[in-house]
Antibody
Framework: QVQLVESGGGVVQPGTSLRLSCAAS????????MHWVRQAPGKALEWVAL????????KYAASVKGRFSVSRDNSKSTVYLDMKDLTPEDSAVYYC??????????????WGQGTLVNVSS | DIQVTQSPSSLSASVGDRVTFTCRAS??????LSWFQQRPGQAPKLLIY???SLQSGVPSRFSASGSGTDFTLTINSLQPEDVATYYC?????????FGQGTKLEIK
């Protein structure tokens, strides 16, 4: 079955960087768009970024553009989210989610359990 | 960017009731709308995609409809395990955007 396991969260100081990872199994990873979605404590879901199946296309939310970078290693079935210049507003549970095969048939149909990022001094 | 507005923000209903959630997009998104259920302490779960397609394994008491800018999710015969927050997501164009959620409680 599809499994997504996020890691890399923790407590970091404002202005620092962090890399999140999401290890996938149970499906052909290299065929799917992958997404990152976050949720601040007690708040709504916020879509963060996506990478196409081959990493050739990447899209970002305005709130993270220029600070966050999504990438993937299909040989390791892993997607990454590199975050820099972190602020307390970036504190959230970060989920990775499996997307469709392309943007015309995209759907976030499987989710990991999330990893918590706490940006605090 | 497309804004998505959900209503109501919270809802209380009895077991067996029919409940309806609404989602409105700030511009025409065709049928590119999904619905998610998030139970307390859990990750979101896809219920509906492409406005009205039921995701595999989701109970048939869940249904949805709409097009363009106005969309609804309906739960027929509410069950105790349906207590959750429900989110809609427009995936018509990036940046994708979620609604602010509707919290469903049992009376």
């Amino acid at each position: 079955q599809v499994q997504l396991v996020e890691s890399g969260g923790g407590v970091v100081q404002p202005g620092t960087s962090l890399r999140l990872s999401c290890a996938a199994s149970g499906f052909i990873f290299s065929s799917h768009i992958m997404h990152w979605v976050r949720q601040a404590p007690g708040k709504a879901l916020e879509w963060v970024a996506l990478t196409s199946y081959d990493g050739g296309e990447k899209k970002y939310a305005a709130s993270v553009k220029g600070r966050f970078s999504v990438s993937r290693d299909n040989s390791k079935s892993t997607v990454y989210l590199d975050m820099k210049d972190l602020t307390p507003e970036d504190s959230a549970v970060y989920y990775c989610a499996r997307g469709g095969f392309d943007l015309l048939s995209d759907r976030l149909d499987s989710w990991g359990q999330g990893t918590l990022v706490n940006v605090s001094s | 960017d497309i804004q998505v507005t959900q209503s109501p923000s919270s809802l209380s209903a009895s077991v067996g009731d029919r409940v309806t959630f609404t989602c409105r997009a700030s511009q025409d998104i065709s049928d590119a709308l999904s619905w998610f259920q998030q139970r307390p302490g859990q990750a979101p779960k896809l219920l509906i995609y492409d406005t009205s397609s039921l995701q595999s394994g989701v109970p048939s008491r869940f249904s949805a409809s709409g097009s363009g800018t106005d969309f609804t999710l309906t739960i027929n015969s509410l069950q105790p395990e349906d207590v959750a927050t429900y989110y809609c997501l427009q995936d018509y164009t990036t940046p994708y955007s979620f609604g602010q959620g509707t919290k469903l409680e049992i009376k």
